[in-house]
Each structure stands twice: as C-alpha cells, then as structure tokens.
C-alpha cells in the first residue's frame, strides 16, 4: 500500500502527538490535524495505535533523544534572552510564558511529569482505637 508520508513525516507527526500529551489530552490529535500538510485524525489514530512495532514508530524512538536535546537547546537560547531582557527591564511574560512549554514538552517527551504534584495524607485513628473503652 503506497502512502503519501515517509516512515520519518509519520514519525514526527507521532512526536507532535507525544509532546502534547496524546492520548491523555484528547485534543492532540485535533491540534496535529489543523497543521498544513497533516494526516487526518483518523490516520493519526491509527499510526498511534501501530506505533510499538510500526517502522513509523521505530523512527520515532530513535529521533526522540535528537528532538529532546534540540528543545534542551531551544530552551537554553530562551533563557538566555530572558537573562538579557531582565537586563534591558523589558517584558518577559512572553519568554517565561516559552520556557515553561518548552520544559513541558521535553518532561513528556523524557516520560517525566509535566506539574507539581503533592499528595496530601492525612492520618485518621484506627477506627478500633475509637470504639475501644479507655482505661
């Protein structure tokens, strides 16, 4: 079967899909969709689905430490310009605002988290210390 994307197109389009959280984030695959030249959902879904022993998705591990280390240097650079716009007092919203994606699509693409999370316990006393008589 002839297809219109190379296994190395298909495995970008599986790297897009990763770095916004797909399947977690249910519109991930609508956002790789809307880009000029993308498969439609239905395909995205399908080479997902394949992706563990695709060609496609064998592509995909290996370009992934290339596309983490890019954005590792991407996000280096954006530093960088935000250290020197603190300098000049200049806004940085919009730098912070891409260095907090930036380390967000290198954590999913690591399979590290992309938020703090805490867990809160609480330690209740045994239900028998309370039903038992005091002394």
Not at 56 to 68: F, S, T
Not at 107 to 124: C, D, N, R
Request: aromatic fraction near 6%; glycine fraction near 6%; proline fraction near 4%.
């Amino acid at each position: 079967m002839f297809s219109k994307f190379s296994d190395e197109q298909k495995a970008m389009f599986l790297l897009q899909l990763e770095t916004l959280n797909y399947p977690h984030n249910e519109h991930a695959l609508l956002e790789v969709t809307k880009r000029v030249g993308a498969p439609s959902r239905k395909t995205l879904r399908r080479w997902w689905s394949e992706k563990d022993t695709s060609p496609e998705g064998k592509v995909a591990q290996h370009k992934k430490p290339d596309l983490i280390a890019a954005l590792a240097d991407l996000l280096h650079l954006h530093i960088t310009a935000a250290t020197e716009a603190v300098q000049g007092s200049e806004d940085i919203r919009a730098l912070d605002v891409g260095i907090g994606i930036l380390v967000d699509k290198i954590q999913l693409l690591s399979g590290k988290p992309t938020g703090a999370v805490a867990i809160q316990v609480e330690y209740v006393n045994d239900w028998r210390s309370e039903r038992e008589p005091q002394d």
